[in-house]
């Protein structure tokens, strides 16, 4: 999803703009074999829920009409193919994910004619394809018959053998005298290896005499940027990213930033490519595009890497942040920052940190896909419907053939709140909890990891069960099971609502016991409250700002 292009243009960013972060991780980098990837839907006030798009056969000469992902406007039409596949949120039934992040690139490339945009590529491709390679070959087929009309996209491409990261971009709409609608690079990442992407072009240089197939380019790539005076020197010396985006401070700041958390929680030797992550050192070492982990990685790993706010890091926003004096998380040390992402003071312009974890994340999910098992139980996506680091990841099976109605909510949409939609209860519940997050999390986050832990709990025991059935009972089974753990955590998080008013009403807190019952007193009324006030830093910062105002003579 989108990176505006310029500082001029973040301070304008429009509710449709957006922004997103993918992590990758290969199957022998992973602890149980599966390749994981990761996306976190990024925009400002979009409401998001799980796609499905059913398994169906189409008459011949069928046309499928193409409407922006983002945008909702008419494009046009493509040839419908003749079968295509059950695809539940960004996998497929063969266990095919697809997720991407916007890095914009060269304005002057991006062809108004196309059809195709980002987000419809990425779900007529999931209907399409078997394996990640036959998708970048649809993929890369698809906009050069009928063009791509969004801005430079990073692409994660995953099955459950493969992991590849696909960058592209239009050739502008004269192709009179290009051939070829589009430029693209797609990298297998080595087995391995982490990578990841944050609305930043991350490939530099290719082996274009590469033989393995693991390196996949368009013909024109390094001719388009001759014609177009971006590039002279010997092919084997061009860079993608140095040719058609190269990073700015926007681009290592805000983007890079979140990858280089990522690979410092599971890398080694990171602190070197701080210089890199902070934007202001032009000759500062770039960060690689993969890494190698020193630990193998869970679902677990790659979901906490999504809640990530920078903790422990140069870049911290968080309560450690506030002890250096950043009061901009509030009293409560809210580790986010309002948008847009940059400001003015006294004519000057300034920045927020942009973590991985945002409080404008539409959904998140992890996918794990697993090559030794049936593909109906293979592809578990882990869906969580608002910011990652505020909701539990549900379990959603690849073959289920339904969208959970909290999910997929009659009525709700983004000018519509539902009781029954967990986009909007999520939603309510985060908005309670940011102001006073240092206050309010904590209950949260336990409501949250238990929800996790019992998904985790249940997961073999509910394979182990689906093992034993076959065909449509099989099918009908998990698509049961994830409808019966999105509703289950709706009803949690609904009841969590009502306590957190109730525990926190008026910016104190209600005492409880071990259990979690709120404590009552002798004659049945609730017990005295706690008044948290300030924190001793917050309270220093108001005197030095107003001195002797406030004091008690």
Not at 74 to 92: C, M
Not at 234 to 251: L, M, Q, R, V, W
Not at 257 to 268: E, G, H, I, L
Not at 432 to 450: G, N
């Amino acid at each position: 999803m989108k990176r505006q292009l310029t500082l001029f243009a973040i301070t304008l960013v429009t509710a449709g703009a957006m922004a997103c972060t993918n992590f990758i991780v290969g199957k022998k980098a992973s602890k149980d074999g599966s390749v994981i990837c990761s996306y976190s839907a990024d925009s400002y006030g979009m409401f998001q829920g799980l796609v499905h798009r059913p398994a169906a056969r189409h008459p011949k000469g069928e046309m499928m009409k193409i409407y922006d992902w983002d945008t909702n406007k008419y494009h046009g039409e493509i040839a419908q193919a003749e079968e295509t596949y059950n695809v539940i949120g960004n996998i497929n039934e063969w266990q095919v994910t697809i997720g991407e992040t916007t890095f914009g690139g060269r304005e002057e490339m991006v062809d108004t004619t196309g059809i195709l945009d980002y987000g419809s590529l990425i779900y007529v491709t999931l209907q399409r394809a078997k394996t990640a390679r036959e998708a970048i070959d649809i993929m890369t087929s698809l906009v050069e018959q009928y063009g791509y009309n969004s801005e430079g996209e990073t692409f994660t491409i995953c099955d459950p053998d493969e992991a590849w990261i696909m960058e592209m971009m239009g050739t502008a709409s004269d192709r009179r005298q290009e051939k070829g609608r589009t430029v693209w690079v797609a990298l297998r990442i080595p087995d391995d290896m982490i990578c990841g992407h944050a609305n930043q072009s991350r490939i530099t240089r290719f082996d274009m005499k590469d033989k393995s197939g693991n390196v996949r380019f368009s013909k024109n790539v390094v001719s388009y940027a001759r014609k177009m005076g971006w590039f002279a020197g010997k092919d084997e010396e061009f860079s993608f990213n140095a040719a058609y985006a190269a990073p700015d401070f926007s681009g290592r700041r805000i983007c890079d930033a979140r990858v280089w958390s990522f690979f410092n929680r599971y890398a080694d030797d990171m602190q070197r490519y701080i210089p890199w992550a902070e934007g202001r050192d032009k000759n500062a070492e770039p960060l690689p595009l993969w890494v190698k982990p020193n630990c193998l990685l869970s679902v677990a790993d790659v979901e906490a890497a999504m809640r990530d706010h920078f903790e422990g890091t140069p870049f911290a926003i968080d309560g450690e942040a506030q002890q250096a004096g950043d009061i901009g998380g509030g009293i409560w040390e809210m580790p986010y920052r309002p948008t847009p992402l940059y400001f003015e003071v006294d004519g000057k312009k300034y920045f927020n940190e942009r973590p991985v974890s945002t409080q404008q994340a539409g959904f998140v999910y992890v996918s794990q896909m697993r090559s030794w098992l049936p593909r109906e139980i293979g592809g578990c996506f882990w869906f969580a419907n608002d910011d990652g680091n505020m909701a539990p990841f549900t379990p959603v099976y690849c073959c289920a053939t339904q969208s959970p109605k909290p999910y997929n909510t009659p009525g709700a949409d983004d000018l519509n709140f539902s009781m029954d939609n967990a986009f909007w209860v999520q939603n309510w519940v985060s908005n309670m909890v940011y102001p006073r997050y240092s206050m309010m999390f904590p209950t949260l986050m336990a409501v949250r990891d238990s929800l996790d832990q019992s998904y985790f709990r249940l997961q073999k025991e509910v394979e182990d069960k689906a093992l034993t059935l076959e065909g449509d009972k099989r099918v009908d089974f998990l698509t049961s099971y994830t409808a019966e753990k999105a509703d289950q955590m709706l009803d949690r998080w609904r009841k969590l609502a009502f306590r957190l008013i109730v525990k926190f009403n008026d910016m104190t807190s209600k005492p409880e016991d071990a259990n979690g019952t709120f404590l009552r007193t002798p004659n049945g009324l609730g017990a005295t409250v706690t008044r948290p006030g300030y924190p001793q830093r917050y309270a220093k910062e108001i005197i030095r700002q107003t001195g002797k105002r406030y004091e008690v003579e």
